[in-house]
């Protein structure tokens, strides 16, 4: 069974200021790894995804995240945080093989701080 | 660029009633999931949908829930006779291909029941 566990509910961090969001997961399979963005009233939109090609995976609005399989880590990083990516962000799995479902984690609620 | 589209975004229903929320996939795309996300909680996978058969399910879609391709472009989700419990955001998502693959996921239908 796969699993993913986001540490803090709820990230502040000041405008300029580095982003991390972390992801760890449980998997006893290589496993598909994904971060999802949720605005206010939208649905999810995938901003990366890690599908055992480069190891540091580079998505949309400037985040990026890196696969370590040592760590089961998949932490999500934005060098300078904007206004603009206030909102809810979903780590979440998907296994090879016939599982296509997803395995999300709770979510992080990342406030920027002007 | 293409979307999930979902309809309706808002739904007030009694409990003991039935509810059919409706979603409109990407045109090419293949595997058709709901997932839904009860107020505070993780997003949580129900259903997933290939060759107008169900190609998995979780232990939350019991025999109230039922999924349907009733014509070309079309998913919709069934809810036989729904629950206070079942009162949650439901996502439609949907894929060109199984697992590693993006999902795309709709902007949700708010589902209250009283």
């Known amino acids: 069974a796969q699993s993913v566990t986001q540490l803090g509910s709820h990230v502040s961090v000041s405008e300029g200021a580095l982003v991390l969001l972390r992801c760890n997961y449980s998997s006893s399979v290589p496993p598909y790894l994904f971060w999802y963005v949720q605005y206010p009233n939208q649905g999810l939109q995938l901003l990366l995804k890690?599908?055992?090609?480069?190891?540091l995976v580079k998505g949309i609005n400037g985040f990026e995240a890196e696969f370590k399989k040592s760590e089961t880590s998949f932490h999500l990083t934005k060098p300078s945080a904007h206004m603009s990516d206030a909102a809810e962000y979903f780590c979440a799995v998907s296994l090879l093989g016939s599982a296509r479902q997803l395995t999300f984690g709770s979510g992080t609620q990342l406030t920027v701080l002007p | 660029e293409p979307e999930v589209t979902q309809t309706p975004s808002h739904q007030v229903t009694q409990m003991g009633q039935e509810v059919i929320l409706r979603c409109v996939p990407i045109s090419n795309h293949l595997y058709f999931y709901w997932y839904r996300q009860i107020l505070g909680q993780k997003v949580e996978f129900l259903v997933s949908?290939?060759?107008?058969?169900?190609?998995?399910k979780s232990e939350i879609f019991d025999d109230q829930f039922s999924v349907e391709r009733p014509d070309g472009s079309n998913f919709t989700l069934k809810i036989r006779s729904t629950k206070l419990e079942d009162s949650a955001m439901y996502f439609c998502?949907?894929?060109?291909?199984?697992?590693?693959?993006?999902?795309?996921f709709g902007p949700g239908t708010r589902l209250l029941v009283l």
């Open positions: 949908f290939y060759n107008n058969e169900i190609s998995e």
């Open positions: 998502a949907s894929g060109r291909t199984g697992a590693g693959e993006t999902q795309y």
């Open positions: 890690y599908t055992s090609a480069a190891t």
